[in-house]
Every structure is written in structure tokens, then in C-alpha cells.
């Protein structure tokens, strides 16, 4: 049985090692990225993840196993609070901007656009670098860092390297998979394209960030 997964991770490894080499994430792992660039990462994410949720329950909904839908609607409640209150760690209780920055925008809404008028199956790959890529870079940083005792960030590396975490990311994979061997080579030629943009996305995601892009007018 083939892997799908293993097929375009190793398509997309270009983006994960552009990621792994971004200042963003090369400073989270010193433990130097300024205090604001964070803050503006974790408002951003707050409202990314706000409908990232959203897309995770109409992607489970559209799931033919009702194990599959439960695992969605599970990751939208439960993952997500997890990563709620690691943004609460960070912001204090702060107020929040409410305005999503053009790449929150722009992520969100390809998400939205993919599950709403496409395959269930490019809705699940579009849905998976969210995922995968966060369990990489946590696994990455945990891996490579020397200063887990004074790093300012090791709440948020060790919820993305963690257990938990992989855990979920396994059962998100192995769901992907499932439906991509079942897939026809135009879907699955789909489900690459959507897997592509949303990982670009994601490097996007951090490059704006660590900018605190705002919107030019
Ligand atoms: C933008 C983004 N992508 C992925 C994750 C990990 N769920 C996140 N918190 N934010």
C-alpha cells in the first residue's frame, strides 16, 4: 500500500527546510526572536486558529466513517484548546487585535474555499500541513536546541514536539492517506497541489509574523 504523505513530504521538503532555516524559527530556537514579533505570531495564530477550527469540522463532516468525523470534531475542540491556552501563556490575558493580517487572511480563506468547493480529499490534504508542519519544526527545534532550561519559547516548542501532539498528527495522516489510496490520479494530482499551497502557507505565515505584516492601505 502505498503512503501518500511520505510521497509529498518529500515533494515539499524544500518548504520545511526554508522553514527550518527562517529567521522566525532559528531565533524561537535561541530563544532571541524579539518578545513583539512573538506577541504579533501568537495574536495572528489565535484568530488562524479560530477558523482553522471551523475548517476542521466541515472537513470531518464530510468524512464518510463516523470515526473519522468524531477524530475532526475532537481536533477541533480538543487540540485547539490546547493551543488556546499556550497563546494565554504568552498573551496574559491581553487584549487581542481582531484583525487578521493579509496571510491570516489569505490562509484561512484558501482553506475555506478548498473544503467548501472541493474534494473531501484536497480538503484533507489542504487541512494536514497544519498539522504535519508544526510537529516537523517542534521536533526539529527540541532536537537541535541547547538551552531548554532558558528558552523563553519551550512551552510552545514542547506542546509542538510533544506526545500529544503527535499523536493527533498520526491520526490525521493515517485518515489523509486512507482516502488518497482511493483516489484517482486527478484527485490525487489535486490533493498534491492543495498539500503544496497550504505548506507555502505556512512558511508565509511565519515570514509574516516575524514582519508583523500589516495591510499596505
Ligand atoms: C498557522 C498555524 N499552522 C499550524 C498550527 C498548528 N496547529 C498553528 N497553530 N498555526
Redesign the pocket.
Known sequence: MSNWYNKVRQDTNYILEAIQKHPFITQLMDGTLPDDVFRFYINQ?AL??AEYKKNLAAVGIKCNKSSETQYFLDAATG?IAV?NALHQVFLKNEILDKEPSPTCEL?TSYLTKIINNHSLEEGLAAILP??T??KEIGDYILKHQNNKDNNPYQDWINTYGGTAFEESVNKATAIVNKYANNASETILQNMEQAFIKASKL?WL?WDSAYNKEQWKI
Do not use: G
Open positions: 495564530d488562524y486558529l487540540i493551543e490562509y497544519c498539522f508542519i508544526y505556512e505565515f
